[in-house]
Protein backbone atom coordinates (compact mmCIF):
# COMPACT_ATOMS: atom_id res chain seq x y z
CA UNK A 1 0.00 0.00 0.00
CA UNK A 2 1.39 3.64 -0.47
CA UNK A 3 2.68 5.86 2.08
CA UNK A 4 0.54 8.79 2.14
CA UNK A 5 1.67 9.88 5.43
CA UNK A 6 3.47 14.00 5.01
CA UNK A 7 6.92 13.34 5.95
CA UNK A 8 8.75 15.84 8.26
CA UNK A 9 12.56 15.86 8.29
CA UNK A 10 14.03 17.75 11.22
CA UNK A 11 17.82 18.41 10.95
CA UNK A 12 20.43 19.23 12.72
CA UNK A 13 24.11 19.59 12.99
CA UNK A 14 26.06 18.61 16.64
CA UNK A 15 29.04 17.56 18.17
CA UNK A 16 29.98 14.12 16.52
CA UNK A 17 27.79 11.52 17.97
CA UNK A 18 25.47 13.38 19.66
CA UNK A 19 22.20 13.84 19.76
CA UNK A 20 19.88 17.01 19.53
CA UNK A 21 17.96 17.37 22.84
CA UNK A 22 15.84 20.16 21.19
CA UNK A 23 14.24 18.25 18.14
CA UNK A 24 13.63 15.06 20.29
CA UNK A 25 11.30 17.85 22.50
CA UNK A 26 9.55 18.66 19.05
CA UNK A 27 8.96 15.26 17.48
CA UNK A 28 7.80 14.35 21.12
CA UNK A 29 5.60 16.64 21.66
CA UNK A 30 4.35 16.72 17.96
CA UNK A 31 3.39 12.99 18.07
CA UNK A 32 1.78 13.61 21.25
CA UNK A 33 -1.08 15.09 19.18
CA UNK A 34 -3.07 12.24 17.23
CA UNK A 35 -3.70 13.36 14.03
CA UNK A 36 -0.16 14.23 13.68
CA UNK A 37 1.10 10.86 15.12
CA UNK A 38 -1.61 9.20 12.18
CA UNK A 39 -1.02 11.19 9.48
CA UNK A 40 2.71 12.11 9.60
CA UNK A 41 5.92 10.68 9.57
CA UNK A 42 9.04 12.73 11.44
CA UNK A 43 12.49 12.03 11.46
CA UNK A 44 15.40 13.76 13.03
CA UNK A 45 18.37 13.63 10.86
CA UNK A 46 21.51 14.90 12.97
CA UNK A 47 25.04 15.63 10.59
CA UNK A 48 28.51 15.87 12.68
CA UNK A 49 28.94 19.15 12.63
CA UNK A 50 32.80 18.68 12.17
CA UNK A 51 32.28 17.71 8.90
CA UNK A 52 29.48 20.13 7.94
CA UNK A 53 28.86 17.85 4.84
CA UNK A 54 26.05 19.73 3.11
CA UNK A 55 25.99 17.56 -0.14
CA UNK A 56 25.44 14.20 2.10
CA UNK A 57 22.96 16.27 3.82
CA UNK A 58 21.33 17.11 0.70
CA UNK A 59 21.75 13.42 -0.19
CA UNK A 60 19.15 12.22 2.94
CA UNK A 61 17.00 14.47 2.35
CA UNK A 62 16.57 14.24 -1.29
CA UNK A 63 15.90 10.60 -0.14
CA UNK A 64 13.88 10.79 2.12
CA UNK A 65 11.22 13.32 0.33
CA UNK A 66 9.95 15.27 3.01
CA UNK A 67 6.95 17.79 3.14
CA UNK A 68 8.37 19.88 5.65
CA UNK A 69 11.80 20.85 7.22
CA UNK A 70 13.10 22.16 10.37
CA UNK A 71 15.78 23.09 11.29
CA UNK A 72 17.65 23.50 14.66
CA UNK A 73 20.02 26.78 14.50
CA UNK A 74 23.34 27.02 17.24
CA UNK A 75 25.63 29.40 16.16
CA UNK A 76 27.98 26.90 15.46
CA UNK A 77 26.05 24.99 12.33
CA UNK A 78 24.48 28.36 11.15
CA UNK A 79 26.48 28.82 8.27
CA UNK A 80 26.07 25.39 6.98
CA UNK A 81 22.39 24.98 7.63
CA UNK A 82 22.12 28.38 5.15
CA UNK A 83 23.85 26.59 2.78
CA UNK A 84 22.00 23.34 2.63
CA UNK A 85 18.82 25.76 3.11
CA UNK A 86 20.09 27.60 -0.44
CA UNK A 87 20.65 23.90 -2.09
CA UNK A 88 17.07 22.89 -0.64
CA UNK A 89 15.15 25.45 -1.95
CA UNK A 90 16.33 24.99 -5.17
CA UNK A 91 15.23 21.57 -5.60
CA UNK A 92 12.63 21.30 -3.27
CA UNK A 93 10.56 25.20 -3.93
CA UNK A 94 7.48 24.29 -2.78
CA UNK A 95 8.97 22.38 0.88
CA UNK A 96 8.23 24.89 3.65
CA UNK A 97 12.00 25.38 5.65
CA UNK A 98 11.18 26.26 9.21
CA UNK A 99 14.30 27.59 11.19
CA UNK A 100 14.75 27.44 15.19
CA UNK A 101 17.08 27.52 17.54
CA UNK A 102 19.56 30.45 19.82
CA UNK A 103 20.88 31.64 16.68
CA UNK A 104 17.96 32.78 14.82
CA UNK A 105 15.36 33.32 17.83
CA UNK A 106 16.42 36.83 18.79
CA UNK A 107 16.90 37.83 14.94
CA UNK A 108 14.06 36.40 13.27
CA UNK A 109 12.97 39.02 11.31
CA UNK A 110 16.76 39.74 10.05
CA UNK A 111 17.31 36.19 9.15
CA UNK A 112 14.32 36.27 7.12
CA UNK A 113 15.20 39.45 4.99
CA UNK A 114 18.87 38.08 4.27
CA UNK A 115 17.93 34.49 3.52
CA UNK A 116 14.92 33.85 0.82
CA UNK A 117 15.07 30.42 1.08
CA UNK A 118 13.86 30.35 5.06
CA UNK A 119 10.47 30.43 4.97
CA UNK A 120 9.62 30.91 8.85
CA UNK A 121 11.72 31.26 11.98
CA UNK A 122 10.55 30.45 15.36
CA UNK A 123 11.31 33.11 18.02
CA UNK A 124 12.21 31.10 21.01
CA UNK A 125 10.86 27.49 22.43
CA UNK A 126 9.64 25.43 19.68
CA UNK A 127 7.30 22.57 20.72
CA UNK A 128 3.94 24.31 20.63
CA UNK A 129 4.69 26.66 17.44
CA UNK A 130 5.75 23.65 15.42
CA UNK A 131 3.10 21.58 16.19
CA UNK A 132 0.62 24.79 15.24
CA UNK A 133 3.09 25.04 11.69
CA UNK A 134 2.21 21.57 11.28
CA UNK A 135 -1.25 22.11 11.38
CA UNK A 136 -1.19 25.29 9.23
CA UNK A 137 1.12 23.29 6.68
CA UNK A 138 -0.57 20.09 6.38
CA UNK A 139 -4.23 20.80 7.55
CA UNK A 140 -4.47 24.05 6.04
CA UNK A 141 -5.84 25.11 9.81
CA UNK A 142 -5.87 28.78 10.74
CA UNK A 143 -3.44 30.97 9.46
CA UNK A 144 0.39 31.92 9.51
CA UNK A 145 -0.86 35.50 11.13
CA UNK A 146 -2.14 33.68 13.82
CA UNK A 147 0.35 31.81 15.15
CA UNK A 148 2.14 33.07 17.95
CA UNK A 149 5.88 32.92 18.65
CA UNK A 150 6.64 33.07 14.52
CA UNK A 151 8.13 35.41 12.07
CA UNK A 152 6.97 34.61 8.32
CA UNK A 153 7.55 36.16 4.47
CA UNK A 154 4.49 36.79 2.63
CA UNK A 155 4.42 38.38 -0.47
CA UNK A 156 8.45 39.41 0.08
CA UNK A 157 7.60 41.37 3.62
CA UNK A 158 8.42 39.71 6.81
CA UNK A 159 5.41 39.42 9.02
CA UNK A 160 6.18 39.12 12.71
CA UNK A 161 3.72 38.15 14.97
CA UNK A 162 3.60 38.31 18.12
CA UNK A 163 5.71 35.71 20.72
CA UNK A 164 4.22 32.89 22.27
CA UNK A 165 4.19 32.25 25.89
CA UNK A 166 6.36 29.70 26.89
CA UNK A 167 4.56 26.29 27.98
CA UNK A 168 4.48 26.30 32.10
CA UNK A 169 3.71 22.67 32.72
CA UNK A 170 6.69 21.22 30.98
CA UNK A 171 5.54 17.66 31.57
CA UNK A 172 2.77 18.25 28.68
CA UNK A 173 6.16 18.05 26.77
CA UNK A 174 6.68 14.15 26.91
CA UNK A 175 9.94 12.41 27.59
CA UNK A 176 11.93 11.96 24.17
CA UNK A 177 13.53 9.05 25.99
CA UNK A 178 10.40 7.47 27.70
CA UNK A 179 8.81 7.58 24.38
CA UNK A 180 11.66 6.62 22.40
CA UNK A 181 11.87 9.17 20.16
CA UNK A 182 15.53 9.43 21.34
CA UNK A 183 17.88 6.36 22.77
CA UNK A 184 19.71 7.20 25.56
CA UNK A 185 23.68 5.95 24.81
CA UNK A 186 26.40 6.25 26.62
CA UNK A 187 28.18 9.24 27.13
CA UNK A 188 25.93 11.41 25.31
CA UNK A 189 22.59 11.08 26.81
CA UNK A 190 20.90 14.57 28.15
CA UNK A 191 18.47 15.12 30.82
CA UNK A 192 16.97 18.43 32.11
CA UNK A 193 15.04 19.14 35.04
CA UNK A 194 14.06 22.53 34.54
CA UNK A 195 14.45 25.61 32.13
CA UNK A 196 15.53 28.48 32.34
CA UNK A 197 18.44 29.96 34.43
CA UNK A 198 18.33 33.09 37.26
CA UNK A 199 21.82 34.26 36.36
CA UNK A 200 22.19 37.20 32.98
CA UNK A 201 25.87 36.33 32.00
CA UNK A 202 26.24 38.34 29.27
CA UNK A 203 27.56 35.76 26.94
CA UNK A 204 25.28 33.39 27.28
CA UNK A 205 22.22 33.18 25.50
CA UNK A 206 20.52 31.79 28.60
CA UNK A 207 20.49 35.20 29.86
CA UNK A 208 18.61 36.45 27.25
CA UNK A 209 15.68 34.07 27.31
CA UNK A 210 13.78 33.18 30.49
CA UNK A 211 14.35 34.58 33.98
CA UNK A 212 11.41 32.25 35.88
CA UNK A 213 12.02 29.08 36.30
CA UNK A 214 10.29 25.91 34.68
CA UNK A 215 10.43 22.45 36.16
CA UNK A 216 9.61 18.96 35.04
CA UNK A 217 8.30 17.01 37.57
CA UNK A 218 10.36 15.03 40.03
CA UNK A 219 7.99 11.70 38.83
CA UNK A 220 9.27 12.64 35.24
CA UNK A 221 12.74 13.01 36.16
CA UNK A 222 12.71 9.90 38.21
CA UNK A 223 11.63 7.84 35.14
CA UNK A 224 13.61 9.21 32.48
CA UNK A 225 16.55 8.66 35.01
CA UNK A 226 15.18 4.89 36.20
CA UNK A 227 15.41 4.23 32.24
CA UNK A 228 19.16 5.37 31.70
CA UNK A 229 21.06 4.25 34.61
CA UNK A 230 18.89 0.79 34.51
CA UNK A 231 20.97 0.32 31.29
CA UNK A 232 24.49 -1.47 32.48
CA UNK A 233 25.96 -0.48 28.89
CA UNK A 234 25.62 3.59 30.04
CA UNK A 235 28.50 3.96 32.00
CA UNK A 236 27.78 8.02 32.31
CA UNK A 237 25.03 10.61 30.88
CA UNK A 238 24.79 14.43 31.82
CA UNK A 239 22.28 17.02 32.74
CA UNK A 240 21.90 19.89 30.58
CA UNK A 241 20.32 21.92 33.42
CA UNK A 242 21.94 25.46 33.25
CA UNK A 243 22.96 25.41 37.14
CA UNK A 244 22.81 21.85 38.87
CA UNK A 245 22.89 23.10 42.21
CA UNK A 246 20.40 25.82 41.94
CA UNK A 247 19.44 25.22 45.44
CA UNK A 248 19.91 22.80 47.56
CA UNK A 249 16.41 21.60 48.05
CA UNK A 250 16.51 20.67 44.41
CA UNK A 251 19.42 19.26 44.19
CA UNK A 252 19.21 17.05 47.21
CA UNK A 253 16.30 15.62 45.43
CA UNK A 254 18.05 15.19 42.57
CA UNK A 255 20.43 13.43 44.15
CA UNK A 256 18.22 11.58 45.88
CA UNK A 257 16.43 10.06 43.35
CA UNK A 258 19.94 9.66 41.52
CA UNK A 259 20.79 7.88 44.02
CA UNK A 260 17.70 5.34 44.46
CA UNK A 261 18.24 4.59 40.69
CA UNK A 262 21.95 3.52 40.17
CA UNK A 263 22.43 0.14 40.15
CA UNK A 264 25.60 -0.22 38.15
CA UNK A 265 27.60 2.66 39.47
CA UNK A 266 26.60 5.01 36.39
CA UNK A 267 28.08 8.33 36.65
CA UNK A 268 27.11 12.09 35.90
CA UNK A 269 29.97 14.03 33.75
CA UNK A 270 30.87 17.99 33.01
CA UNK A 271 27.37 19.11 34.69
CA UNK A 272 27.59 22.92 35.21
CA UNK A 273 27.96 24.55 38.75
CA UNK A 274 27.56 27.81 40.73
CA UNK A 275 31.38 27.26 42.00
CA UNK A 276 30.67 30.12 44.61
CA UNK A 277 27.78 28.11 45.99
CA UNK A 278 29.33 25.18 46.50
CA UNK A 279 30.16 23.92 50.32
CA UNK A 280 30.16 21.10 52.06
CA UNK A 281 26.43 20.38 51.94
CA UNK A 282 26.49 20.36 48.26
CA UNK A 283 29.54 18.11 47.55
CA UNK A 284 27.66 15.63 49.85
CA UNK A 285 24.62 15.75 47.08
CA UNK A 286 27.02 15.89 44.08
CA UNK A 287 28.54 13.17 45.18
CA UNK A 288 25.38 11.08 46.13
CA UNK A 289 24.19 12.09 42.86
CA UNK A 290 27.17 10.04 41.17
CA UNK A 291 29.03 13.56 39.85
CA UNK A 292 32.42 12.72 38.61
CA UNK A 293 32.85 15.99 36.96
CA UNK A 294 31.83 19.45 36.61
CA UNK A 295 31.80 22.12 34.00
CA UNK A 296 32.56 25.75 35.59
CA UNK A 297 33.84 29.36 35.09
CA UNK A 298 35.88 31.62 36.04
CA UNK A 299 35.65 33.00 33.06
CA UNK A 300 37.59 35.86 33.48
CA UNK A 301 39.69 36.16 37.39
CA UNK A 302 39.37 39.99 36.92
CA UNK A 303 36.21 40.78 39.27
CA UNK A 304 35.74 44.75 37.15
CA UNK A 305 35.43 42.39 33.68
CA UNK A 306 32.74 39.92 36.08
CA UNK A 307 30.58 42.79 37.04
CA UNK A 308 30.26 44.35 33.24
CA UNK A 309 29.20 40.98 32.20
CA UNK A 310 26.81 40.79 34.78
CA UNK A 311 28.55 37.86 37.15
CA UNK A 312 29.08 37.31 40.18
CA UNK A 313 32.20 36.70 40.96
CA UNK A 314 34.36 36.14 44.62
CA UNK A 315 37.83 34.46 43.73
CA UNK A 316 38.04 32.92 47.34
CA UNK A 317 34.35 31.38 47.44
CA UNK A 318 35.08 30.08 44.21
CA UNK A 319 38.54 28.45 45.09
CA UNK A 320 37.28 27.04 47.83
CA UNK A 321 34.67 25.56 45.89
CA UNK A 322 36.76 24.35 43.36
CA UNK A 323 39.07 22.54 46.20
CA UNK A 324 35.45 21.17 48.06
CA UNK A 325 35.16 19.22 44.69
CA UNK A 326 38.82 18.33 44.41
CA UNK A 327 38.53 16.87 48.00
CA UNK A 328 35.48 14.72 47.42
CA UNK A 329 37.08 13.18 44.02
CA UNK A 330 35.02 15.09 41.11
CA UNK A 331 36.92 16.26 38.54
CA UNK A 332 36.60 19.97 37.74
CA UNK A 333 36.79 21.70 34.57
CA UNK A 334 37.48 25.47 34.25
CA UNK A 335 36.09 27.79 31.56
CA UNK A 336 38.01 31.16 30.15
CA UNK A 337 36.63 33.34 28.01
CA UNK A 338 39.00 35.55 25.66
CA UNK A 339 38.03 38.94 24.55
CA UNK A 340 35.14 40.14 27.47
CA UNK A 341 35.05 43.80 27.83
CA UNK A 342 36.80 44.73 30.90
CA UNK A 343 39.71 42.30 30.09
CA UNK A 344 42.94 42.74 28.17
CA UNK A 345 45.91 40.58 27.37
CA UNK A 346 47.80 41.12 30.49
CA UNK A 347 44.71 40.21 32.56
CA UNK A 348 44.04 37.26 30.37
CA UNK A 349 47.62 36.19 31.69
CA UNK A 350 46.26 36.82 35.41
CA UNK A 351 43.14 34.44 34.76
CA UNK A 352 45.09 31.64 33.31
CA UNK A 353 47.47 32.07 35.67
CA UNK A 354 44.90 32.36 38.49
CA UNK A 355 42.85 29.34 37.09
CA UNK A 356 46.25 27.24 37.12
CA UNK A 357 46.50 27.81 40.49
CA UNK A 358 43.02 26.06 41.03
CA UNK A 359 44.64 22.56 39.45
CA UNK A 360 41.62 21.76 37.75
CA UNK A 361 41.50 19.06 35.74
CA UNK A 362 40.64 20.66 32.30
CA UNK A 363 41.29 24.41 31.17
CA UNK A 364 38.91 25.01 28.48
CA UNK A 365 39.54 28.16 26.55
CA UNK A 366 36.94 29.96 24.12
CA UNK A 367 37.24 33.40 22.37
CA UNK A 368 34.11 35.35 23.06
CA UNK A 369 30.95 34.87 20.77
CA UNK A 370 28.69 37.65 20.42
CA UNK A 371 25.73 36.17 20.35
CA UNK A 372 22.44 37.48 18.90
CA UNK A 373 20.03 37.98 22.19
CA UNK A 374 22.42 37.91 24.75
CA UNK A 375 23.39 40.88 27.04
CA UNK A 376 26.54 41.41 25.45
CA UNK A 377 24.64 41.78 21.94
CA UNK A 378 22.62 44.52 23.15
CA UNK A 379 24.97 46.72 25.16
CA UNK A 380 27.48 46.11 22.24
CA UNK A 381 27.94 49.80 21.97
CA UNK A 382 28.27 50.33 25.28
CA UNK A 383 31.27 48.25 25.25
CA UNK A 384 32.62 49.22 22.20
CA UNK A 385 32.19 45.95 21.07
CA UNK A 386 33.20 45.21 17.53
CA UNK A 387 32.32 42.07 16.35
CA UNK A 388 31.44 39.97 13.28
CA UNK A 389 27.48 39.87 12.52
CA UNK A 390 28.03 36.66 10.81
CA UNK A 391 27.66 33.42 13.21
CA UNK A 392 29.87 32.69 14.65
CA UNK A 393 29.91 36.15 15.84
CA UNK A 394 33.95 36.40 17.11
CA UNK A 395 34.83 39.42 18.68
CA UNK A 396 37.32 41.12 17.41
CA UNK A 397 38.06 44.48 19.86
CA UNK A 398 35.58 45.94 22.68
CA UNK A 399 36.56 48.90 24.26
CA UNK A 400 39.51 47.29 26.76
CA UNK A 401 40.86 44.91 24.19
CA UNK A 402 41.96 46.00 21.35
CA UNK A 403 42.32 43.66 18.32
CA UNK A 404 45.86 43.02 18.54
CA UNK A 405 45.84 41.83 22.58
CA UNK A 406 43.40 39.32 21.50
CA UNK A 407 44.87 38.04 19.01
CA UNK A 408 47.89 37.18 21.46
CA UNK A 409 45.51 36.38 24.06
CA UNK A 410 44.16 34.01 22.34
CA UNK A 411 47.83 32.43 21.08
CA UNK A 412 49.06 32.69 24.94
CA UNK A 413 46.07 31.19 26.66
CA UNK A 414 45.34 28.55 23.92
CA UNK A 415 49.21 26.79 24.37
CA UNK A 416 49.35 27.36 28.00
CA UNK A 417 45.94 25.32 28.28
CA UNK A 418 47.20 22.98 25.66
CA UNK A 419 50.33 22.33 27.63
CA UNK A 420 49.01 22.33 30.83
CA UNK A 421 45.88 20.09 30.15
CA UNK A 422 48.40 17.61 27.95
CA UNK A 423 50.90 17.66 31.15
CA UNK A 424 47.85 16.24 33.34
CA UNK A 425 48.22 12.84 34.33
S1 LIG B 1 26.44 31.00 31.77
FE1 LIG B 1 25.26 29.54 32.98
S2 LIG B 1 24.69 30.68 34.84
FE2 LIG B 1 25.27 32.20 33.28
S3 LIG B 1 23.35 32.77 32.28
FE3 LIG B 1 24.29 31.13 31.11
S4 LIG B 1 23.35 29.26 31.85
FE4 LIG B 1 22.98 30.87 33.39
Known amino acids: ?14 VAGHDSLALGYIKAFALNAPTVARQTEIEILGFSNEEGNVRQAL ?92 SFRRDQEVVRNTDRTPIKDLDKIPSPYLTGVLTPRDGVTYLQSFRGCPFRCGFCYEAGRHKMLRFFSYERVKAEVALVMGDPSIRSFHFVDSVFNLNPKHLGKLASLLQKANR ?43 KRIGRYFDAEKF ?75 YVIANDSFPFDQIYNAVLFSSSAAKEYNVALP
Open 1 to 14: MPNHRRRILLVSFN
Open 59 to 150: YYMTEFKPHLIGFSCYVWSMGTILELARSVKQIMPRVPLIAGGPEVGPMADEYLEEHPALDVVVHDEGETVFLDLIRYFFAGKGRLEDIAGI
Open 264 to 306: YNTGLRTIEVFTEQVDEETVRYLIQAGVQSVETGPQTAIAETQ
Open 319 to 393: SRGVRLMQEAGIDVWCDLIIGLPGDNFFRCVFSVAYTMGLGPARIVISILHVLPGTPLFEKAERFGMAFDPAPPH
